[in-house]
């Protein structure tokens, strides 16, 4: 088996069959190679390289150079590429002839060097920068390794030798050729024609609605008023005037403008209209004086200015020939029909309605409690004390005096009051009259102070407008009819009960009491502390006098009062005990005042 053979290693060979031993691997012979094991032969070394004896790989040239022939065995095989040729790569059989627009100064180059711009280099293999031609007058080249230069385009001149850019015509000028030499080949633009930019070939035509003289940098625009309608003007000559019936407001126009309806276009002023005023209106375009201008006809009216129609004047108002505003039919009529043409189209309001505005279509009804003659502007109020239930009334005829029992304050009311409770109204009443002090109307609608009842006896009524009488309080007396006032019991007497018709309902304050004031409904008690008796019937309470002493409350006559024993007296009046006689003094009689 082969496993027990030893394999020949890279860059060795053997060509015998059963030998035995590694000594019998040859090295590859100069100019041949082997990359790999068990090889009878060596493979011959190829162009751009080099192989040594024994090589297990190719040796590349490095670039600048060739090799341009099998089978070589060391690097001096390796040529330097010639000048006017390079390689930029390893491991060639030749070099690369230097292009057109580029040199190859020196032997061994690997790269290429370009021609700088204002020059160009048309041939191959050229060995030195003497090769670089500079562009002549007329042509340029603005990139490196330009194998010819470029003919200046139109529009532009490249007046230097060796010229690397272009030189632009200036606005206002234009350069048809290529190959300009010089800034006399940028010509002026002609009349009609314009240039606004630099470095351009041709120039522009003039537009309509401008001119254009010689050496324009730009159209010059047509003034407002004026119109060009043709290009390539040449002068302000060529702006022609707006006809009459036209205008221009704007500069530059190639046409004017038709005068629209409405106005009108004097030739004097061709850059703006003239509006009709109001009051008139024009109903075609392209008029050419005031004189277009028709006054609105009677029924009609115009407030605005350039008006090209009248409006019919509306309901509620008239308008006369050549009226820029409508008139109002005045108060107090009405006008119900569009086109009214003078105030006689004004109606006055029929009887019974009326109007309080202004330019109205028609008039209102007059109201309940109102009157309205024809041509009212208001309607007028029926007056206190009347009243007026229906509309549509035509005269204060129509506003009947309220009725007895009624009555009616206010103005302009469709119906009067009822009478209230303790009041009476005759007819045509515009207040209510009180009933009198000292009576009373209970029921409503009374009509006649005949209604007014006296009060009864007991009773009575200190006011007016009353619907009852008041009961006579206690402490009091009513005794007669129709009282307006109530009587006061007097002192030293009460009356207890209400509705007392007499003064024999006023009784005396009983024994051991009091009454200082009239009209009470109840006696005081006697006081304990300082008055002894209270007679009947009296008014105030009296002290026991001097020499007495006080016996007990309530009691109603003079003997309550006791007379001071012997041994006491007494110096003041309304006590209620007597003093020891003092030491030195004697007081020997009963009812002593003094010791």
């Not at 050496?215 to 006809?243: D, E, F, K, W």
């Not at 005096?401 to 009311?413: L, M």
């Not at 009198?436 to 009509?447: L, N």
């Amino acid at each position: 088996m082969r496993s027990s053979v030893d394999a020949c290693s890279p860059g060795t060979y053997q060509t015998f069959i059963n030998n035995s031993s590694a000594t019998a691997c040859v090295p590859c012979p100069d100019g041949t190679y082997n990359p790999t094991f068990w090889q009878s032969s060596c493979y011959r070394c190829p162009t751009g390289s080099y192989c040594p004896h024994g090589s297990n790989t190719t040796y590349t040239c490095p670039s600048g150079t060739y090799q341009p022939i099998q089978g070589r065995s060391s690097s001096q095989s390796c040529l330097n590429c010639l000048a006017g040729t390079y390689n930029p790569y390893t491991g060639q059989a030749s070099c690369s002839i230097c292009p057109v627009g580029f040199y190859c100064a020196v032997d061994g180059a690997n790269d290429t060097n370009p021609c700088p711009t204002g020059t160009c280099q048309p041939a191959t293999g050229s060995t030195s920068n003497q090769a670089c031609l500079q562009c002549p007058i007329g042509t340029y080249s603005s990139n490196h390794g330009a194998a010819t230069c470029f003919n200046c385009p139109s529009g532009y001149y490249c007046d230097t030798i060796g010229a690397n850019t272009t030189k632009p015509c200036p606005a206002a000028t234009y350069q048809p050729i290529y190959g300009a030499q010089s800034a006399y080949a940028c010509l002026q633009c002609p009349a009609g024609t314009y240039n606004s930019n630099p470095g351009q070939s041709s120039c522009s035509n003039c537009p309509s609605g401008y001119y254009c003289t010689v050496g324009a940098t730009a159209a010059r625009p047509c003034p407002a008023g004026t119109y060009q309608p043709m290009t390539r003007g040449i002068s302000v000559q060529a702006c022609l005037n707006c006809p009459s019936g036209t205008y221009n407001p704007y500069p530059a126009q190639s046409s004017c403008n038709v005068c629209p309806s409405g106005y009108y276009c004097d030739v004097r002023t061709p850059n703006t209209t003239k509006q009709c005023p109001s009051g008139t209106y024009q109903p075609s375009p392209g008029s050419i004086s005031a004189l277009a201008c028709i006054n609105c006809p009677a029924g009609t009216y115009n407030p605005s200015v350039g008006q090209s129609s009248c409006l019919s004047c509306p309901i509620g108002y008239y308008c006369p020939i050549e009226s820029s505003d409508m008139q109002p039919c005045p108060t107090g009529t009405s006008q119900p029909s569009t086109g009214a043409a003078s105030v006689q189209a004004c109606l006055k309001c029929l009887n019974g309605t009326f109007n309080p505005y202004i330019g109205q279509p028609s008039c209102r009804t007059c109201s309940s409690g109102y009157y309205c003659p024809a041509g009212a502007s208001s309607q007028r109020s029926c007056p206190t004390g009347t009243y007026q239930p229906i509309e549509v009334s035509t005269s204060i005829q129509a506003c009947a005096p309220c009725q007895n029992g009624t009555y009616n304050p206010n103005i302009g009311q469709p119906n009067c009051f009822t009478c209230p409770v303790g009041y009476y109204c005759t007819a045509g009443s515009s207040t209510t009259q009180s009933c009198p002090t000292g009576t009373y109307q209970p029921i409503m609608g009374a009509m006649t102070v005949q209604a007014c009842l006296a009060c009864p006896v007991g009773t009575c009524n200190p006011y007016t407008g009353q619907s009852s009488c008041f009961s006579c309080p206690a402490g009091y007396y009513c005794d007669a009819i129709g009282a307006s006032n109530i009587e006061s019991c007097p002192s030293g007497t009460y009356q207890p009960i209400m509705g007392a018709d007499s003064v024999h309902y006023c009784l005396n304050c009983p024994n051991g009491t009091y009454n200082t004031y009239s009209g009470q409904s109840s006696c005081n008690n006697c006081p304990s502390d300082s008055y002894i008796y209270c007679a009947t019937g009296t008014n105030v309470s009296v002290p026991c006098p001097s020499g007495t002493y006080f016996g007990s409350v309530g009691n109603g006559s003079m003997p309550v009062c006791l007379l001071c024993p012997a041994g006491t007296f007494n110096p003041s009046s309304g006590q209620t005990s007597c003093s020891m006689c003092p030491i030195g003094y004697y007081c020997d009689v009963v009812g002593a005042s003094s010791s």
